[in-house]
């Protein structure tokens, strides 16, 4: 009883509104606001809920606003822009867009969290590793973008798999740099960058691997549907759902979690591809309980 | 003397205005997002574009990659079917080459279809088959090929009688840059090619021009000179959405007959092939397809020359001028009506025009249509078994309605090993000189006109059935796949010509047997090594003649070799290097009709390539030397096939 009443003024305290950022007003933002507010309603007395464009974000947040999820890179980056010491959280957005608004407009004072939209590189190899056994050679396309990652990605490549990069700094470099990649690879994996993998380049990519008789790993749903053999990502709900257990645990400890990858993730498979590549490919759900074992064991 | 070609001056302008588009705006710029993870993909590697499995393919089929066709150092996409086997390959002139499986036809091989991205490209003039030298792309457009052994008309209607070549072209986003190659060798070889590809938004494009020139055998007069150009556009409409656009022309000039020989003398015969094609593609869910090709061809001819016939070498113009043209449409939808069922269904209409006064003896056009209903099954019985059911129900206006059916069974008691069992019943129909054809020799000066060629009206159609034992090994620890065909072809109604009072009428004239195995082994002990083995020993085991008087038939039986081998050895050295040396070994045959007793002979071909440069700017260096040992007679004996060697000079940029 004593620890209830201690805890009450908290909870007093902590009243106030959450104020929910979108980058656009599309269906993926839209679930990952669900997904947040259905783990909200578990709380025994839900906070109240405010949704504003990060183009308005200014005026949203006036008034008693405790927390601030912000769903999308541009609207971390209103959020991170304001100056705002309300804690936040992003999500749907890239770890490397996190990175680089917290560089430019600071921690507001360890008020910034995040659950990232990439999967972790340890997870992308080892599932590599358990899909496609015997393919130990990854190669991995790097652009301006997600060249960053290359310390990163061999340090994650260390003991599981035997990595080949190519940097493409321009267009034009793209069709010799995966003709080069694909000699010596047996898998590639894809990862996110706007100059070497977009809707124009995806075609040129999937047919040259394919031709090679090279499997392609993407990083979300449209790439399984385009011709990749499998791809890891996290659905805006289950980022969503990641996010409401942060923005709970913030509410109810005013402690904010650290930034994190998901912890939630989908592996979805393009059975024909793999058979027309000559591989027969375990079922998702297989696939997606075997990597979480090994994540357990870790 | 050089002819300036309008279709290359043509070709060279459009290349020009095409080959520097402006550069797209960089994307560079834009800072990460989650616009990568959000974004919607074009569905690239639909239903058409995957490769079925050869392991759950209904009949055995050989690919030809572009690895492979390089490796060879082929020039002409003809020779390519050396390395399949059962496939036999001959210049009927150093001009013409002929391509057929099993034997039984000669210059004119009407017993195979061959599809560009699925349009025929079997012609419906004179006797039917392939020009080769009409095919107006380049290897180097070349996805891959892949080569059905067998007869598959319940998949590509008649014609596709004893097997079908399909030549599939590489999507416009894998030709970037510019290509220009030049050959040169022995024989005045001279070939050239200029290719461009790039992007302009959605659209990615490619176009090519080139030129092949030899002087086929020596002291033959049988120069080819061939050029073409092609356009190739694929648009994205949608994420699910793709319009493939393409074009071409291809012209030759090729030499025939011979000195002082009065009714087939030397001459020069000019030929054009021009093609529109529209493909519209929408990828459907669940690897479900819908396919819509439309194509128009036109093909025409030219030959004029004086011959002399009879004792008294009275004078007859010979005007073998023509004109073709073909429109053909075709809807294919291919679905998945439960997890383990698989169908693809279509309908196709053709139309067919023909103009060639020498052929019907009159200066109109003559037509043919075809409407086709095609429908396969393939329905995984369990994960051992894959059933394969399938037919086409053909109405074509000479012969009236066919039906051709096949199944097939496949064994897969683990993923290294099929087994498959099948028969199916296939049609060639009988091509509209064979079925009205009125060929007469005008002698002018003393106005009698005598026929020489009369078509057979009510011919039927040859008729196939066709059973097969295969297997397939995919042993990947060993890097081995083992292809073995057994095969039993009863073929009926098989068309020919006989002598009625010095005129020779076609007609339905004899049935055959033949019976086989072949097998290819293709061994990849690491990623710098290919090793492959070709095996036939087919043997034509019976021969039925309707007209005991017909002669014709029986030098049929031996054509086809009763022994073949081919072996190729292919590795690179140090990433630059690449030797490949290809050995055929061919038993004795005859070329019937128009060919000879051609003797057991084996052929050695070697290439040696140096690549330099690195990344965008590159080359290659190749020399490659064809028939390296004695000279061996090709198709008749006056042919000899004498060592070629030529080198190439490639660069990318």
Same mark, same amino acid.
């Given at each position: 009883?004593?620890?209830?009443?201690?805890?009450?003024?908290?909870?007093?305290?902590?009243?106030?509104?959450?104020?929910?950022?979108?980058?656009?007003?599309?269906?993926?933002?839209?679930?990952?606001?669900?997904?947040?507010?259905?783990?909200?309603?578990?709380?025994?007395?839900?906070?109240?809920?405010?949704?504003?464009?990060?183009?308005?974000?200014?005026?949203?947040?006036?008034?008693?606003?405790?927390?601030?999820?912000?769903?999308?890179?541009?609207?971390?980056?209103?959020?991170?822009?304001?100056?705002?010491?309300?804690?936040?959280?992003?999500?749907?957005?890239?770890?490397?867009?996190?990175?680089?608004?917290?560089?430019?407009?600071?921690?507001?004072?360890?008020?910034?969290?995040?659950?990232?939209?990439?999967?972790?590189?340890?997870?992308?190899?080892?599932?590599?590793?358990?899909?496609?056994?015997?393919?130990?050679?990854?190669?991995?396309?790097?652009?301006?973008?997600?060249?960053?990652?290359?310390?990163?990605?061999?340090?994650?490549?260390?003991?599981?798999?035997?990595?080949?990069?190519?940097?493409?700094?321009?267009?034009?470099?793209?069709?010799?740099?995966?003709?080069?990649?694909?000699?010596?690879?047996?898998?590639?994996?894809?990862?996110?960058?706007?100059?070497?993998? /977009?809707?124009?380049?995806?075609?040129?990519?999937?047919?040259?691997?394919?031709?090679?008789?090279?499997?392609?790993?993407?990083?979300?749903q449209a790439y399984v549907r385009a011709g990749a053999v499998l791809a890891l990502y996290s659905t805006p709900a289950q980022l969503g759902a990641q996010t409401g257990e942060m923005l709970?645990?913030?509410?109810?400890?005013?402690?904010?979690?650290?930034?994190?990858?998901?912890?939630?993730?989908?592996? /979805?498979? /393009?059975?024909?591809?793999?058979?027309?590549?000559?591989?027969?490919?375990?079922?998702?759900?297989?696939?997606?309980?075997?990597?979480?074992?090994?994540?357990?064991? /870790? | 003397?050089?002819?300036?070609?309008?279709?290359?001056?043509?070709? *060279?302008?459009?290349?020009?205005?095409?080959? %520097?588009?402006?550069?797209?705006?960089?994307?560079?710029?834009?800072?990460?997002?989650?616009?990568?993870?959000?974004?919607?993909?074009?569905?690239?590697?639909?239903?058409?574009?995957?490769?079925?499995?050869?392991?759950?393919?209904?009949?055995?089929? &050989?690919?030809?990659?572009?690895?492979?066709?390089?490796?060879?150092?082929?020039?002409?996409?003809?020779?390519?079917?050396?390395?399949?086997?059962?496939?036999?390959?001959?210049?009927?002139?150093?001009?013409?080459?002929?391509?057929?499986?099993?034997?039984?036809?000669?210059?004119?091989?009407?017993?195979?279809?061959?599809?560009?991205?699925?349009?025929?490209?079997?012609?419906?003039?004179?006797? +039917?088959?392939?020009?080769?030298?009409?095919?107006?792309?380049?290897?180097?457009?070349?996805? !891959?090929?892949?080569?059905?052994?067998?007869?598959?008309? =319940?998949?590509? +209607?008649?014609?596709?009688?004893?097997?079908?070549?399909?030549?599939?072209?590489?999507?416009?986003?894998?030709?970037?840059?510019?290509?220009?190659?030049?050959?040169?060798?022995?024989?005045?070889?001279?070939?050239?090619?200029?290719?461009?590809?790039?992007?302009?938004? $959605?659209?990615?494009?490619?176009?090519?021009?080139?030129?092949?020139?030899?002087?086929?055998?020596?002291?033959?007069?049988?120069?080819?000179?061939?050029?073409?150009?092609?356009?190739?556009?694929?648009?994205?409409?949608?994420a699910h959405d793709e319009l493939s656009l393409q074009m071409g022309a291809t012209e030759s000039s090729a030499g025939a007959g011979f000195p002082d020989t009065p009714d087939n003398p030397?001459?020069?015969?000019?030929?054009?092939?021009?093609?529109?094609?529209?493909?519209?593609?929408?990828?459907?869910?669940?690897?479900?397809?819908?396919?819509?090709?439309?194509?128009?061809?036109?093909?025409?001819?030219?030959?004029?020359?004086?011959?002399?016939?009879?004792?008294?070498?009275?004078?007859?113009?010979?005007?073998?001028?023509?004109?073709?043209?073909?429109?053909?449409?075709?809807?294919?939808?291919?679905?998945?009506?439960?997890?383990? *069922?698989?169908?693809? %269904?279509?309908?196709?209409?053709?139309?067919?025009?023909?103009?060639?006064?020498?052929?019907?003896?009159?200066?109109?056009?003559?037509? &043919?249509?075809?409407?086709?209903?095609?429908?396969?099954?393939?329905?995984?019985?369990?994960?051992?078994?894959?059933?394969?059911?399938?037919?086409?129900?053909?109405?074509?206006?000479?012969?009236? &309605?066919?039906?051709?059916?096949?199944?097939?069974?496949?064994?897969?008691?683990?993923?290294?090993?099929?087994?498959?069992?099948?028969?199916?019943?296939?049609y060639r129909t009988p091509s509209l000189a064979e079925q009205t054809g009125d060929v007469r020799l005008h002698f002018y000066t003393i106005g009698i006109s005598q026929p020489v060629y009369?078509? +057979?009206?009510?011919?039927?159609?040859?008729?196939? !059935?066709?059973?097969?034992?295969?297997?397939?090994?995919?042993?990947?620890?060993?890097?081995?796949?083992?292809?073995?065909?057994?095969?039993?072809?009863?073929?009926?109604?098989?068309?020919?010509?006989?002598?009625?009072?010095?005129? !020779?009428?076609?007609?339905?004239?004899?049935?055959?047997?033949?019976?086989?195995?072949?097998?290819?082994?293709?061994?990849?002990?690491?990623?710098?090594?290919?090793?492959?083995?070709?095996?036939?020993?087919?043997?034509?085991?019976?021969?039925?003649?309707? !007209?005991?008087?017909?002669? &014709?038939?029986?030098?049929?039986?031996?054509?086809?070799?009763?022994?073949?081998?081919?072996?190729?050895?292919?590795?690179?050295?140090? +990433?630059?290097?690449?030797?490949?040396?290809?050995?055929?070994?061919?038993?004795?045959?005859?070329?019937?009709?128009?060919?000879?007793?051609?003797?057991?002979?084996?052929?050695? $071909?070697?290439?040696?390539?140096?690549?330099?440069?690195?990344?965008?700017?590159?080359?290659?260096?190749?020399?490659?030397?064809?028939?390296?040992?004695?000279?061996?007679?090709?198709?008749?004996?006056?042919?000899?096939?004498?060592?070629?060697?030529? =080198?190439?000079?490639?660069?990318?940029?």
């Open positions: 009883m004593l620890l209830l009443v201690c805890a009450l003024p908290r909870w007093a305290a902590a009243t106030g509104e959450v104020l929910f950022v979108v980058s656009e007003d599309q269906p993926a933002y839209k679930e990952v606001v669900d997904a947040v507010r259905a783990e909200l309603a578990r709380l025994p007395v839900p906070p109240g809920i405010r949704l504003a464009q990060a183009a308005a974000f200014e005026a949203a947040r006036q008034g008693n606003v405790q927390a601030i999820v912000a769903v999308g890179t541009r609207a971390f980056r209103a959020v991170a822009a304001s100056g705002t010491r309300t804690p936040a959280i992003a999500t749907l957005l890239p770890r490397s867009a996190f990175d680089r608004t917290v560089l430019e407009h600071g921690r507001g004072e360890g008020r910034r969290s995040a659950v990232f939209l990439d999967q972790p590189l340890g997870r992308q190899l080892e599932l590599v590793k358990i899909a496609l056994p015997g393919r130990n050679r990854v190669g991995v396309l790097l652009g301006p973008e997600s060249e960053q990652a290359m310390t990163a990605l061999q340090a994650a490549a260390e003991r599981r798999v035997k990595l080949t990069t190519q940097k493409v700094a321009e267009e034009k470099e793209l069709h010799h740099a995966v003709q080069r990649l694909l000699a010596e690879t047996d898998v590639l994996l894809a990862l996110p960058d706007s100059l070497v993998f /977009n809707a124009g380049t995806v075609p040129h990519i999937l047919l040259a691997s394919y031709r090679q008789g090279v499997p392609v790993v993407g990083f979300s709970r645990t913030l509410l109810t400890t005013g402690q904010l979690p650290a930034p994190q990858h998901p912890r939630y993730f989908t592996v /979805n498979t /393009n059975p024909y591809v793999a058979r027309s590549l000559g591989r027969a490919l375990e079922e998702p759900a297989v696939l997606q309980e075997r990597l979480l074992a090994t994540e357990r064991i /870790n | 003397m050089r002819k300036k070609r309008p279709l290359q001056a043509l070709a *060279v302008a459009t290349l020009a205005a095409l080959s %520097w588009p402006p550069q797209q705006a960089a994307a560079g710029g834009m800072e990460a997002s989650e616009q990568a993870f959000l974004t919607d993909l074009p569905v690239v590697l639909s239903a058409s574009r995957l490769a079925q499995p050869l392991a759950d393919a209904p009949g055995a089929v &050989t690919v030809i990659d572009r690895e492979l066709i390089k490796a060879s150092g082929v020039r002409d996409i003809a020779d390519l079917f050396r390395l399949v086997p059962g496939f036999l390959v001959a210049y009927a002139n150093g001009a013409n080459p002929t391509v057929n499986y099993h034997g039984l036809t000669g210059q004119y091989s009407p017993r195979m279809q061959v599809l560009i991205d699925g349009r025929s490209m079997y012609s419906s003039y004179y006797l +039917g088959g392939v020009d080769w030298n009409m095919i107006p792309i380049s290897l180097d457009d070349i996805e !891959r090929i892949e080569v059905v052994r067998g007869s598959n008309s =319940a998949a590509y +209607g008649a014609n596709a009688f004893l097997g079908v070549a399909n030549i599939i072209t590489r999507h416009a986003s894998q030709s970037r840059g510019t290509l220009a190659e030049y050959t040169s060798g022995n024989q005045a070889i001279e070939d050239n090619l200029l290719r461009h590809g790039g992007r302009i938004g $959605d659209l990615d494009f490619r176009v090519g021009t080139g030129r092949r020139r030899d002087s086929g055998f020596e002291n033959v007069y049988d120069d080819r000179h061939v050029s073409f150009f092609n356009l190739r556009g694929d648009y994205r409409l949608s030397t001459r020069t015969q000019h030929a054009s092939h021009y093609f529109g094609q529209m493909q519209w593609r929408r990828a459907l869910p669940d690897d479900g397809e819908l396919l819509v090709t439309a194509y128009r061809v036109q093909d025409s001819g030219s030959e004029n020359y004086i011959g002399r016939f009879t004792g008294l070498l009275l004078p007859a113009l010979l005007d073998w001028g023509r004109r073709t043209e073909r429109n053909n449409l075709e809807v294919q939808h291919v679905f998945r009506p439960g997890r383990d *069922v698989r169908v693809v %269904w279509g309908v196709e209409g053709r139309i067919d025009r023909i103009r060639s006064p020498i052929l019907f003896n009159d200066d109109n056009w003559h037509g &043919t249509s075809l409407a086709r209903l095609f429908g396969n099954l393939e329905w995984r019985l369990a994960p051992w078994l894959l059933a394969n059911a399938g037919g086409m129900i053909e109405r074509y206006s000479l012969t009236g &309605t066919d039906f051709s059916p096949r199944a097939m069974l496949n064994f897969q008691p683990s993923p290294e090993h099929t087994f498959r069992m099948g028969a199916t019943q296939a009369r078509g +057979g009206t009510n011919l039927k159609p040859e008729k196939i !059935r066709s059973y097969e034992m295969s297997y397939l090994g995919d042993l990947r620890s060993l890097g081995l796949t083992v292809d073995l065909r057994l095969f039993r072809e009863h073929m009926g109604n098989l068309v020919t010509n006989y002598d009625d009072n010095n005129v !020779r009428v076609f007609a339905n004239g004899y049935n055959a047997l033949l019976r086989g195995a072949e097998y290819q082994l293709r061994w990849r002990p690491d990623r710098e090594t290919l090793v492959l083995l070709n095996q036939s020993f087919e043997r034509i085991v019976g021969m039925e003649k309707y !007209r005991s008087y017909d002669t &014709t038939v029986t030098d049929l039986m031996q054509s086809a070799p009763t022994h073949r081998t081919t072996l190729m050895l292919s590795r690179q050295f140090a +990433g630059r290097w690449s030797v490949s040396a290809i050995q055929h070994w061919m038993g004795e045959m005859k070329w019937p009709h128009e060919g000879d007793l051609q003797r057991k002979h084996h052929r050695l $071909d070697l290439r040696l390539a140096y690549r330099f440069g690195a990344g965008p700017t590159r080359g290659e260096l190749a020399l490659v030397t064809q028939n390296q040992g004695n000279p061996h007679d090709e198709f008749r004996p006056q042919y000899k096939f004498n060592r070629r060697t030529f =080198a190439t000079l490639s660069l990318e940029f």
